[in-house]
């Protein structure tokens, strides 16, 4: 069907595709965040928030207000948005969907197994899960009580369950270390959704191996930086690199042996599309990389609402919400601990 | 109590003098090292006050400074990450260890911090997204763990100095502004009694001798009357035996003839 999506688009997912349109405008703009920014305490906060999408979820919440409610509040609005998209998605668009939450589920299968192996209670577990990785047999999750068993009990049942038996041996799940385990599962989950979206083909395909070829990239990127001083090998590091994206495979040689922050920079440089992002760079700065990123990400998710008739604003509009929600967080955080000279600093806005 | 008089009660004798000028001795003694104690805790005290304030000063900019990479921390890596930490900690990275330090005899509770060095799991925590901010967000945070108990090492020794300084300085007053002036006064007061039994003495003594002299006259004088009366030839013998006696005249004027003088009645 590529090129003729716009002929039988409409028929099934029109209708929310609209919706997640709407979603979009709901977003906040420049204006919204400069009047947040003027906030003096949380409750302004609240108050200028009331007027936005987030309203009915805030305009209850009673004194003292914490960060962390709000925020938690912002993320309720998403999860709702999700889920009733979700309820009204056919099979594809449904699938779609439920791509774009497994990472969120990979979190919590890696939270709940390490809070199992360090004895903690389940709900207590289950409450701190992320709402948008929840499944039907997450509870379940701790009835094991070693890998082995998890695996062989829980995970098969589990949209996660060829990650783990792909990626990885049962030696592994007894010993590894659980961040090189997340972030195995990980790559495995980027290599599949974007196979899943290659196979959508059509503008889907286009736009959403763009979005993950940055995703991924990124990834790499910050691996190779969080790992520098670390007892990660080369080859243990490479093997957590996606095997698509811009960098793949030359790029990823050379991330794997970067020592410091200034040759994963000349690595980087080499593909044009971050070279501009490094350009903003002082040199030898890597605090304010993060932000760029970020930037970059917004910047790709907004425009690919440019197009219509494609999966993609689903996976944007979950990627803006969670960046406005970020925004949130450090602009209450920054007027509740009194930083306001730092604020810029943290905010990409989104349009 | 501490009122101009105030006194031991205490037989004035000699015996208690002597004591009490002991007392005195040993109060003057315990008073200057006492003194001495106290200032050596004053200075120590103004010491770990001068410290505290500069670490309370520099503890505002620390203290906000970790709290802020902690939202850093948070921002890049996402909410989940607290969970991620809480579940892979299983020992304390910081102890504290408690000992005890000694100022002019006063026992102050120490304590210091000790990062207990070794690999941490937390070293690839957030490998996939904002490991550097929780990385700088650790070192932050050990950097006000430090602090913290090195404010509370001070505290507590200030607080200990505190008490230990009120007692030796309420030691120091009592005996300068009561003990002394107490035994003082009693050794005055016992001196003043002394002087007033010997006085007593003295007129008591003065008082018999006139009272015998008194009687001795009036003794001459019957004699001579009646020897007078029994024959007027023997007047020239009486008049000789009443030169005898001792000129009476001249022994009450000058009181230092009553001591040059032998009396039977005079013990000492």
Not at chain 1, 172 to 196: S, V
Request: hydrophobic share 40%; glycine share 6%.
């Amino acid at each position: 069907m590529w090129g003729f999506e716009m002929l039988t688009y409409n028929i099934q997912d029109g209708f929310l595709e609209a919706v997640v349109r709407g979603h979009r405008s709901g977003l906040l703009t420049v204006a919204d965040y400069n009047n947040l920014c003027q906030c003096e305490s949380l409750e302004d906060i609240k108050l200028n928030l009331t007027a936005t999408d987030y309203g009915t979820y805030l305009s209850n919440e009673a004194s003292p207000l914490y960060t962390t409610t709000i925020v938690e509040k912002c993320t309720k609005k998403l999860v709702d948005d999700w889920v009733k998209m979700r309820a009204n998605a056919d099979e594809k668009l449904g699938q779609f969907l439920d791509y774009c939450t497994y990472g969120h589920m990979i979190d919590n299968v890696v939270l709940i197994v390490t809070g199992t192996l360090h004895e903690r209670d389940v709900q207590e577990l289950l409450d701190k899960c992320h709402p948008l990785g929840m499944f039907d047999s997450i509870a379940t999750l701790a009835v094991a009580s070693n890998m082995r068993e998890l695996y062989r009990l829980v995970l098969v049942d589990t949209p996660l369950a060829p990650y783990f038996s792909e990626n990885l041996s049962h030696e592994d799940l007894d010993e590894m270390n659980i961040e090189i385990m997340r972030n195995t599962l990980y790559k495995a989950y980027l290599d599949d959704f974007a196979h899943f979206c290659e196979s959508l083909g059509g503008t889907t395909g286009e736009v959403m191996g763009d979005l993950l070829a940055f995703e991924t990239d990124r990834r790499a990127l910050n691996i190779t930086l969080n790992s520098i001083g670390t007892e990660l090998t080369r080859e243990d590091r490479k093997k957590l690199y996606s095997n698509f994206g811009l960098l793949y495979p030359h790029g990823h040689n050379e991330l794997a042996q970067a020592e410091d922050f200034d040759q994963i920079r000349a690595a980087m440089e080499k593909v044009p599309a971050y070279a501009s992002i490094f350009s903003k760079l002082g040199f030898g700065e890597s605090q304010m990389l993060d932000k760029l990123l970020y930037e970059e990400e917004v910047k790709r998710c907004v425009m690919c609402f440019e197009q219509q008739f494609h999966y993609t604003p689903f996976y944007a509009y979950m990627k803006l919400r969670e960046q406005e929600i970020r925004n949130i967080m450090w602009i209450s955080e920054c007027v509740a601990q009194d930083q306001k000279a730092r604020i810029t600093d943290g905010i990409v806005y989104t349009f | 109590m501490s009122g101009g008089r105030a006194r031991y009660i205490v037989p004035p004798t000699v015996t208690t003098l002597g004591q009490m000028k002991l007392r005195l001795v040993g109060a003057t003694k315990g008073h200057a090292l006492l003194k001495k104690k106290a200032d050596a805790l004053t200075m120590r005290f103004r010491q770990i006050l001068k410290e505290i304030i500069e670490k309370k000063e520099g503890m505002g900019d620390i203290m906000k400074h970790a709290f802020f990479s902690l939202t850093e921390a948070v921002y890049s890596s996402g909410e989940s990450v607290k969970n991620t930490i809480f579940d892979n900690v299983e020992t304390a990275t910081i102890k504290v260890n408690g000992g005890l330090d000694n100022v002019a005899g006063v026992k102050i509770p120490k304590f210091a911090a000790e990062v207990i060095p070794g690999e941490t799991k937390m070293d690839l925590t957030g490998l996939g997204r904002g490991g550097q901010q929780l990385q700088s967000c650790r070192k932050s945070y050990i950097k006000s763990i430090e602090l913290l108990v090195a404010l509370a090492n001070l505290q507590t020794a200030f607080v200990t100095l505190d008490e230990a300084l009120k007692v030796t300085n309420r030691r120091v007053n009592a005996l300068e502004n009561v003990v002394k002036p107490m035994i003082e006064n009693t050794i005055s007061y016992i001196k003043g009694e002394l002087d007033e039994l010997e006085r007593e003495e003295f007129f008591r003594l003065k008082k018999v001798q006139k009272n015998k002299q008194k009687q001795a006259a009036a003794q001459v004088a019957r004699q001579e009357l009646e020897n007078m009366a029994a024959n007027g030839s023997t007047l020239e013998t009486a008049e000789e035996e009443n030169f005898d006696l001792p000129p009476l005249k001249a022994g009450a004027g000058k009181t230092s003839s009553l001591l040059n003088e032998k009396d039977d009645d005079i013990i000492y």
